[in-house]
Every structure is written in C-alpha cells, then in structure tokens.
C-alpha cells in the first residue's frame, strides 16, 4: 500500500519466526525459554487468517510479532516479518513505531483495561490517525463516527465523548474495533476480541468485527482458542501447539477434514455422550423459594429460586454473569444465609449459616472452585490436600490415610508419584484433578462444581469432564453443576436450570429444557453459542432479526 | 465537580477534624496520664513532699484530668497554648517565629525535592533495569538505610569544614536579608532533600511503573507512540494522583526529619523547640509543639487522600 | 561451599557485614582492645597504630567505644523489634480473621497512633517517661508495632478470602486450623522481609533518640549517642562523629541486602526443589 512493489507478493510474509523469552523463577537462575519455533505463514490482502491453539501455543506472541513487539521479556530472535514486501525487523525502532497503528493495528481482549481510563474515547480512538499524520483531526473524527455506526454502536455521533468506564465491556469491546480501523491499516490483529464477553454480547461484537473487515477490505489475524469462533471469520485457520504448526489450512477443510489427530481432537472436543437419567421420586437436595441478597439486603441476587437435585444426578445452572448462579452456591454452602427460603438436604433442612450446621452435613456437601489454583493451599502437599478430609472428618492416620489417598489419586489418573509435589508443581489440569480428589475424600453425597472447567484449555476441560462423568458412575454422586457454558451443559446434565437476573427462568430435565418451544431468553442463550460450522453466524444473526421484527 | 466528588472530599476534611481532636486526646493523655507524675519528673528524686505538692498545684494536677483536658483543648482553639514551665514565657509568643522558620526551611526543601524526586523518578522509569535505573535504586537504598545525621554532618564537614562554602551553624535573626537567609539554610536545605528524596523517587518510580505495566500502555505503544510520549500522554495522567499522594506522604515525612536536621544545625525552629524542651521535661510546650506537627501531619496526609480522590476519572465523570 | 557460591554477591557482603556486626555485640568484652569507658588518650586523638580509629570527645578508645557501642545498639533494637513484632503480627492476624467490633476498634486505634509521626509521639511520651532502656524498648516496640499490624491484617485479609481457605472454612476447620495452617505459611515470606524492615526502622529510631539526648543515656552510649557525644568536633575537621553514624548506615543496608535475599528465596512455591 506504501509503496509500488507491495502489490505483488502478500501481505504478510512470515518465515521461520523463533521468539525467546528469558524466565526468572522465584530463588532460581533466570533460564531463556523458546516460545515460537520455526513458525511460517503467509497472508493475503484483505484474507483473515485465525490462529488457533490452547494457552502456551503462542499464537498471541506470533500475532503480536507482526507488529515486531514481544511483551515483557519477549524477544524475536530469529526469523523474518515481511510486511508489504519489507523486512519489518530489520527497520530499526523507528521503523516500528511507523508501522504500528498505521499499517498494523491491535484489538485487545480486554478492552475495558486496555483503553485509558484518564482520556475520552474519541481522542484515543483517533490519536494514532492523528499521530501518523494520515488525516486532519476533523477527517479522524468524521471516519471514527461513521466506524461506530457501521458496529452498531448506540449514539455514535456522542459515545466519543464519554470516558471508558462510562461504557459496557461489549461496546468498549467495538470501540476498540473502530480504533483499530481508523486509521486505515492493512491488517488487524485481533487477540481474543470477544473471549472476556457473554456468549449473548459476543455474538453482536462477533458479527460487527466481521462485517466490518468485509467492508474495509482489511486483512487480519484471528487470535482465539475457541474453533467454533473462529471458522465464523476466518478464510483460513492456522492451529498452533507449544509454539509449533500443526495444521493450516482452509476453513472448511480443517473443521470438516482434520488432517492431524490433535486438531481432530479439538473439533471433536464439545462431543460427550452422556445417556439422561429420569429424576428420581423424591429428590436428595431441595432449594425451597429461596431469596438472597448483598449488602444488608439492598441488592437482591436470587429471587424466588427453587431448584431440586436427584441422587446421583446432575443439575446443571446455567446463566450469564451476573445471573446469580454463583449466589446460589453460596447460599446452599451456608456461606450467604438465604433471607427468604430453605434449603432441604436429605430430609431436614440445612442451618442457614455455616457455622451453625454439623459436621456431617458439612461432610456430605463437598464444592470444587473454578481456579484451582487459588484452591488450593500453595504451601502444602498433594498428600496433605487430599489427606485433611480424611483425617479431619474419618480420623484416618499415618498409614491408612496414605493408603487412601494413593488410591484417590489412582481414580483421578494420577499416579501416587504426586503424593509430595506443590501445586505450583501440577498443571492446570492436574490441580483441577487434586481438587476433585480433596472434595471425594470426604465421600460427599453431593459436589458443588463452579465452572470447573471454565478456565481450562478445551482438551483439558473435556478430560475433566469425562473424569466427573466416570466417577459419577463410580461414587453415586450428585453433582450442582454451575456454567455459563451450554455445551458444557448439553454434555453432561440430566436436568437444567436456565438463571437470568436471580431467577430460574426454565427449569426442568435436560432433554424438555432444550427442545422448542423455548422462552425468549433461552432462545437467546441457545442461539447465541456459536456453532461449529461455517455460515452460522450469518444464520443466527437472521433468526434474531426475523424475531426482532416479528415482535 | 460532581455531587458525589463534593460529599467525599468533606468527608474527608470532617474525619481529618476528628482526627486532629483525637490526637489532641492522645498527646494530652499521654503526657497526663502515664505511670510517670509529671511534677516528679520535672522535680528528680531529690524533691521534698511540700515543693512536689506545690507545683501539682501550680499545674493544676489536682483537678481531674478530663477537666484539664477541656481547659487545655479551649485555650488551644483560641490561641492560647499556655506558658512554658521552664522559661515561664507565652508558648505562643515564643512558637510564631519559629514556626515560620521552620516552614521557610522545609518549603526550600520541598521546592528543590519534589521536581528532582519526580524526574528523577521519571528517568529510572524510562531507562528501567539499564544502568542509570539501577544507580538510581542503589543510591537510594543506600540513603533509606542512612541516619539524617549521617547525612547532615557529612554536608557541614564536606561543604561547611573543608570548603567553608556554607556555615556550618545556621544562624538567622530579624533583619537578614532574604540571599542571608537562604545561604544560611542552604545546608540544613540540602539534607533535608536527600533525607526525603530517596524516599519520594522510590515510590514515584514504583507508582509509574505500576501504570506502565497496565494494558492501555501496550495500547498506546502498539499505536506507534515513541517511549516518551507513552509515559507523557498514557502513564502520566494515570500516575499523577498515586504521585501526588507519594508527594504529600513524603512532606509529612519531612516533618519528622526537620526535627533532626535542626538539631544539628542549631537552626531555631519548631523542631530544636521541641527537643529542648522535652530534654526539660516541660510538658506543656511538649504539647503544643507536639500537637502543631501531629496537624500538620494530618492536614498533608489528608490533602494526599483528597488529590487522589480528585485525579480519578471515574469519579470526576461518574456514569 | 557450592551452597555460599550461589549466594549473589550483594546478599554476600549483607550477611558477611551482618556476622560480623552481630559477633563484634556478642564478643564485645574479648575483643575490645580497651574498656568502655576507660581513658586512654588526648581528646580526639587522630587514628593510629595503638587507636585504629583515634579516641573520642573524652579521650576514650573509639574503636573499642564502637564495640560496645554495637551491642547497646543491637541488643536493644532486637528487643524493640522482637516486641513490635509479635504484638502487631498476633494483634493483626486475630484482626483479619475475627473481624467485627474487635478489627474495628483495634484498626481505629492503630489509625489514630499511625496519624502522629512516630519520632514526635516517642518524644511526647518520653518527655514524661523515667530515661531507662525498658521505657526505650517498650516505647520503640509499641509505636512500630502499628506498622507491623497494618501489614500483617493486610497480608491475613487477603488470604483470607482465598479459596483455600473457604474450602477449609467449609470443611469445618476452626480458627486455629485456619491462622496456624492456612494463614501463617503464606504469610511469611512478606512478613519475613518486613522483620528486615522493622529492625532497620528500630535502629535509625534508636540512634536518632540517643542523638537528640533522649535514648540511651551516658555513661553508656549506643552509635546514635555516640555521634551526639562527638558532633562538636565535626566544625575542627575532626571526623570522629561520623564513624558511629557510618557504622548505623553500613549495619541498615547490610540487613535490607539480607532481607531481600530472604524475601527472594521464601517466595519459590515449590518446597524449594526448584
């Protein structure tokens, strides 16, 4: 676009990029990691290419080096970055600072931390435009309106003027958009735009970003971790695995026709069959017209809730942020007494407040938390996580309780090795198991799960959802099963409740909570998880509209 | 100005009050009522029955102390802080002059650290983890370990003793020129800089880094903007109220180290008052001066909370 | 030896000097070529063969008056220390996981001592107080002891609404269970790093009391009183004044090299298997 020559080759050119980033490990020598190796890809103008992979993959770090920035020790130590026929690393510090903002730009996943909370939208959104000196502050600000309107932005002739805060995480989130836009780059680069969003929000910001990069021709790199995300807008998808390539190709083909067995592994991930259990007859937990609030009973956050659970069966709750679902956990703990409203354990009903229940209630009610790694205490051992339960509630000792725990860790495929291993030591996955086995230890007739599996990569998650799903069978445990995650949902509930705004607002099992006719907000909630197949965004986006105006 | 920034600001001055009655309470409760009588101490092991019964009476020990404590707190608000035993002079009278030198030397003082503390600040930040940041850490490590005599003393034998550049006792009296003046405080000036200097870099540079390491930074970086105008358009306006907070935390420190610095330079202000009298054992000065510092104190660290309550936007613009 | 070698170079010199301060208090009567107070010279002697740092304002041996000097001045801010410590952490962790009237009112109180500056409360009360080293201790230990609370409630709050913690708390565990097992391991390492702090702190405090007359009273003398003793010869050119306030310096920056080492290694989470 610069100059003449660019016209021929593509746009981006990257061969064989290797980034390094040097450690410091608390009380240990610094060590140098390798993040990316040997990576190569290339990209046409005006194409959007998705990459692809789980936490560590670097597909964020790869994205990121096309602007030639590494964040915090990250450097570029081998490799070229072709942009527009010229080698970007080699420019020097002032060749980089001409080219980010002007011919890249950048999309954080967190808008709402990555705008300046001390300046109005409008002079951020413009400043690069401005700074390159591609166009006078009134042409900026003329482009940057017509960008809010073309992302369905409310009030775009006035939002400019508003500070960050005063604007919703799925705006901001299109703001940051429109940012990215004015200044008429080549190519975007999007870094998880619209993971931090409810399914309901990233659905809209899904559809503004992709409009908008077909009607400026942009070319852009989709960073995500979700498939189903990016095979709505990407041309070609790259997947990535400990810095390394694993699979590129077409759209279709990598979601219809997965050549290496680890991407067939994550299109297949959200499929578990799980056979739905009738509900029994007399249910083992009953939530009973339970309402709850915060802060001395000012901010109601459950109203009227009545939930039962089945012995040995899964009750999925199911809502967005700030839905209440959590509330309801704590509530049913004794951690939040309810102000209206009783819980029914087994036939008597629970004390409201935690301290005043008995030991073996407390035994029977185990929870398993959505960070593991804050879970669990960092100073002590495997063995003393999953042993206190043991000792504490059966008095087990030496021994025994050794015994026990070995045998804990067999049934969460971990072997006895990390009987005397730190959290800190485990991976994601492995500590989520630890915590699994803790709150088994206590032979519980019902665990608590809140999103166990929302801050795993999928292929973990999916293992560990497997893991609860075997030892469901085995245990006879019942499981409240807490999730903003529908497929997680569909994968292993026998019944369901749907909460929006502190109520349950479609209750009932599985197979009748998922089958038309369906409430306005969980069709709302359904259509909006996105679907492994291409043009279902534009689908989807037609239903609502159809809808819309048939109301 | 929002309603919502108005009611916060005068609550803060409301408990910044009360805060100042309570030390009032505290300073008298502690000189009055601790295991140590008073008269006693003034009189040593030595006083007769009748002398000691005398001067309870003279300081009206007799009456209760609650009593005293009122008579001290209504004579305080109307500017009568009472006589001092030692001298028998007007505690106000005597403190007036002195207060102003003292403000006049820590003025200097603060005029010369806060920009220098600030820059210098600002430079560790910019060139971070290079060579200058780490000099820039060391030396003030060092000068946080070292004692304000250490630093003064070392001034007077290095500019007053070998290079007679400055006097080494700081004298000033009516009639002194404002150049005297100035020279006269130039060293006691100097030490107290470096006292707080240290001290108001570190945390101006923790402060700044905290905002560089936030994502609007990366932000603004991967939008092209040049290492300085980061700091100067994205960093700054975010770091100014936790600045202005290390600012107002640091005046309040200098108010203890102006005590130290006066008394080595024999410079007649509130702080040498102070030790003097305390060394006499003359409790009602020991008050009043002891109440006067512990206000000012306050009044800084309650103007660091309102800055900081001001600076931030989203309670500047609320929704 | 590989164990030493892995030391960093600052933290080295840290602990080396550290040793050396500590074993110079312990020793101080073997090695003192001179008596405390003994006169062996001119005024102001300067240094030589036979007084390695020159005599004082009295004609005493300094090198052996800094001796002694060491353990005056040690011996008394190991005690403050001790004392501010173990007041603030216990009264702070009992605050954190208590909470109620009882964090309410011992915050406010710790408010209101903290809005005095601790230099100015310490003379106000010693203005009234018997001149002894208890009243010095137990003053010294009780100011900085507001500090050693805000820190300690601080680092307990937060742990406080850890995970873990509810876990423990929803396991049924008592209050014992949770400060001695929960709390306490991952306190340590700021609080570890803060003991450094305090004990710096209770030095520059002490020798700033002797130095204004009101800490150690003569004939006994800590560094800070020795530099009192000593400040008039400063406008002779005599440099005696600044070895004890060199000694005061040179004993906070080893201990704050030693206490970032110790704050370094406690932070590894792994057992310290690296």
Excluded at chain 3, 76 to 97: D, Y
Aim: hydrophobic fraction near 50%.
């Amino acid at each position: 676009m610069v100059d003449g020559k660019a016209k021929s080759g593509p746009l981006l050119d990257i061969r064989n990029l290797r980034i390094e980033a040097t450690v410091y490990p608390p009380g240990e020598a610094p060590r140098t990691i390798t993040l990316v190796h040997d990576v190569s890809l290339t990209l046409e103008k005006g194409k959007v290419l998705g990459l692809i992979g789980e936490s560590g993959a670097g597909k964020s770090t790869i994205g990121l080096s096309s602007m030639g920035y590494g964040r915090g020790g990250v450097r570029i130590t081998g490799g070229e970055v072709i942009l527009n026929g010229r080698d970007i690393l080699k420019g020097g510090k002032e060749g980089l600072r001409k080219l980010r903002g002007r011919d890249v730009c950048y999309v954080a996943q967190s808008a709402a931390a990555a705008f300046n909370p001390a300046h109005r939208l409008m002079d951020q959104v413009v400043e690069a435009t401005l700074l390159h000196g591609t166009a006078t502050r009134a042409e900026a600000v003329k482009r940057a309106v017509a960008l809010f309107k073309k992302l369905s932005l409310p009030n775009p002739e006035t939002i400019g003027q508003r500070f960050p805060h005063q604007v919703s995480g799925g705006q901001l989130q299109r703001v940051m958009t429109a940012m990215a836009l004015c200044s008429e780059p080549d190519l975007i680069v999007f870094d998880e735009p619209t993971t931090a969003l409810d399914v309901t929000t990233q659905i809209d910001v899904l559809s503004a970003i992709k409009d908008a990069i077909r009607d400026t021709h942009v070319a852009a790199l989709y960073i995500t971790h979700d498939l189903a995300v990016v095979a709505q807008v990407s041309d070609e998808i790259m997947v990535l695995r400990h810095g390394r390539l694993v699979e590129w190709g077409g759209t279709r083909q990598i979601i219809k026709e997965p050549r290496q067995e680890y991407t067939n592994a994550l299109v297949s991930v959200r499929e578990i069959e799980h056979q739905e259990q009738q509900p029994g007859t007399t249910p083992m937990l009953s939530v009973k017209n339970v309402t709850a609030a915060y802060g001395g009973g000012h901010i109601k956050v459950l109203k009227n809730v009545s939930v039962d659970i089945y012995p040995g069966q899964t009750l999925a709750v199911v809502g967005e942020s700030g839905s209440g679902k959590s509330t309801l956990a704590r509530t049913i703990t004794g951690l939040l007494p309810p102000e209206q409203g009783s819980v029914v354990f087994d036939g008597r009903t629970l004390a409201n407040r935690l301290a005043d229940r008995p030991k073996e209630d407390l035994r029977q009610l185990q929870m398993i938390y959505q960070m593991a790694d804050v879970a669990m205490n960092p100073r002590q051992t495997v063995g003393t996580i999953i042993g206190r339960p043991l000792e504490f509630y059966f008095g087990m000792k030496g021994r025994e309780r050794d015994k026990r725990v070995a045998e804990l860790l067999d049934e969460i495929e971990m072997g006895k090795g990390f009987i005397d291993r730190y959290p800190a030591e485990l991976s994601g996955g492995q500590k989520q198991r630890v915590c699994i086995a803790r709150s088994l230890a206590a032979k519980p007739k019902l665990i608590i799960c809140d999103e166990v599996t929302s801050a795993l990569d999928p292929l973990v998650a999916h293992g560990i959802l497997k893991l609860l799903l075997n030892l469901q069978q085995i245990e006879k445990v019942a499981y409240l099963f807490i999730t903003h995650d529908l497929a997680t949902v569909k994968s292993i509930a026998d019944s369901i409740a749907v909460m929006y705004r502190g109520e349950v607002v479609r209750y009932g099992p599985k197979s009748k909570v998922l089958t038309p006719p369906f409430d306005a907000y969980t069709d709302l909630l359904l259509s909006s998880v996105p679907e492994m197949e291409i043009g279902w965004l534009e689908k989807a986006i037609k239903g609502r509209r159809m809808e819309s105006a048939g109301n | 100005m929002s309603s919502s920034l108005v009611v916060l600001v005068a609550q803060r001055i409301a408990l910044g009050i009360l805060l100042v009655l309570a030390v009032s309470v505290l300073i008298f409760a502690g000189t009055q009522i601790l295991p140590g009588d008073v008269a006693q101490a003034i009189l040593g092991q030595s006083a007769t029955p009748e002398s000691l019964a005398n001067l309870r009476e003279q300081l009206g020990l007799n009456q209760p102390a609650y009593i005293r404590y009122f008579h001290w707190l209504g004579g305080v608000l109307t500017g009568d802080l009472g006589t001092a035993m030692s001298s028998g002079q007007d505690i106000a009278t005597s403190i007036k002059e002195r207060l102003w030198n003292t403000l006049f030397l820590a003025f200097w003082a603060a005029i010369v650290a806060i920009p220098l503390a600030i820059t210098l600040g600002l430079i560790a930040v910019r060139y971070r983890n290079g060579w200058v940041d780490k000099l820039i850490s060391g030396l003030a490590l060092a000068s946080t370990s070292f004692p304000e005599f250490f630093i003064g003393y070392l001034l007077v034998f290095y500019f007053a003793v070998q290079h007679q550049c400055f006097p080494a006792i700081s004298t000033v009296y009516d009639g002194m020129s404002f150049g005297e003046r100035l020279q006269a405080i130039a060293l006691p000036a100097a030490a107290l800089t470096l006292v707080v200097l240290a001290h108001m870099m570190r945390m101006t540079r923790a402060a700044i880094l905290n905002v560089m390491q936030s994502a609007y930074v990366e932000t603004a970086e991967l939008k092209g903007l040049s290492a300085s105008a980061v700091i100067r358009k994205h960093a700054f306006p975010n770091a100014i109220a936790p600045i202005i907070n290390v600012v107002m935390l640091n005046l309040a420190y200098l108010v203890v180290g102006v005590v130290v610095v006066e008394v080595i330079f024999v410079y007649p202000g509130m702080g040498q008052y102070l030790v003097d009298h305390v060394t006499k054992r003359d409790v009602p000065v020991v008050q009043a001066v002891g109440l006067i510092f512990a206000a000012v104190y306050i009044t800084l660290n309650i103007v660091a909370d309102i800055a900081a309550i001001v600076a931030n936007p989203r309670l500047r613009h609320p929704k | 030896m590989r164990a030493i070698r892995r030391i960093p170079l600052p933290s080295l010199t840290g602990l080396v000097l550290t040793a050396l301060f500590v074993l110079a208090a312990i020793f101080a009567p073997l090695i003192a070529p001179h008596g405390n107070a003994e006169i062996v010279g001119d005024v102001w002697e300067p240094m030589s063969a036979a007084h390695w740092l020159g005599t004082d304002n009295l004609g005493r041996d300094l090198l052996s008056r800094m001796i002694y000097g060491a353990r005056i001045t040690l011996f008394i801010a190991v005690l403050a220390t001790a004392l501010s410590f173990s007041l603030g952490a216990i009264l702070g962790f009992s605050a954190a996981v208590f909470g109620g009237w009882y964090d309410t009112i011992l915050s406010r109180l710790v408010d209101l001592l903290m809005s005095i500056p601790t230099l100015i409360m310490g003379l106000v009360v010693l203005s009234v107080l018997p001149s002894n080293l208890v009243t010095l201790i137990l003053v010294m230990g009780i100011l900085d002891s507001t500090r050693v609370y805000r820190l300690s409630r601080a680092v307990a709050v937060d742990i406080n609404v850890m995970d873990y913690v509810e876990a423990a708390k929803l396991r049924g565990e008592g209050s014992g269970w949770i400060i001695f097992r929960e709390i306490l391991p991952n306190a340590l390492s700021p609080l570890v790093s803060e003991l450094g702090l305090r004990f710096i702190y209770a030095v520059l405090f002490l020798s700033t009391l002797s130095f204004l007359g009101l800490g150690v009273q003569p004939p006994d003398a800590d560094w800070g009183g020795m530099v009192k003793e000593n400040k008039d010869g400063i406008v002779f050119g005599i440099p005696a004044a600044l070895i004890p306030a060199a000694a005061i310096a040179a004993l906070a920056i080893s201990v704050n090299l030693v206490a970032d080492w110790v704050l370094n290694r406690t932070t590894s989470l792994k057992g310290g298997r690296g």
